[in-house]
C-alpha cells in the first residue's frame, strides 16, 4: 500500500498501520493517531512512568551507598545501576502482564526505556554533581533531598520533549503502547 493510499481514507486499522511500518503500537494510545507528534499527556505520563521507576532505583542506590559508607562515585554508580534496573522492570512486568514472553518483553523494555533513562540519569546526576555540597550531604540534610527532588524535576522537564519526539516517531515509550 502506497503511502498517500494509506492515509487517503478518514480512518485506518491499527494492524493496516503496523504493516506499513513495520513495527506495532506506532503512537496509537487510547484512540489518539499521532503520526506527525505524540501529544504533550502521552509524553509527560510516559516519563513519569520512567521517572518513578529511576527515582526508586536511584533513592535506594543512594540509601544502600551511604549505609555502607561508600564514595561518591561507587554509590552514584550502584544508584545509576538501580535506576535502570527499576525503570526497565516497570516496562517489563507492564509487557509480560500483556502476555508477552520474556525474551520479547525485554526487548521491549530496553527499546523503550533506554534513551528515556538515559537522559533522566544524565541529568538528574548532572546536577547533583553541579549543586554544591550535594554529594558530601547524607540522606539525614536537606541539601541532599532538595538536590535529588530538584535534578529529578528538571529530569522530567527535559526528558519530556525527548519522549514526545521519540513517541511521535514510533520510538521509545510508543513500542510499548501495542501492549496496553
Known sequence: MGHSAHHTGTAHDHVSHEGHHGHAGHATHRG?????????????????????????????????????????????????????????????FAVRRAGLDFKSAVKVALAADTVSIAVMELVDNGIIALVPGAMDAHLSDGLFWSALLGGFAVAFAITTPVNKWMIGRGKGHAVVHAYH
Do not use: Q, R
Not at 562515585?73 to 538501580?82: C, F, G, K, Q, R
Open 32 to 92: 489518539e493517531h499521532t503520526h506527525g507528534g505524540a501529544s504533550w499527556a502521552m509524553a509527560a505520563k510516559a516519563t513519569l512512568h520512567c521517572l518513578t521507576g529511576c527515582a526508586i532505583g536511584e533513592i535506594l542506590g543512594m540509601v544502600i551507598g551511604t549505609a555502607l559508607m561508600w564514595g561518591n562515585v561507587p554509590t552514584m554508580v550502584l544508584a545509576i545501576a538501580l535506576a535502570f534496573l527499576f525503570g526497565y522492570s516497570f516496562t517489563l
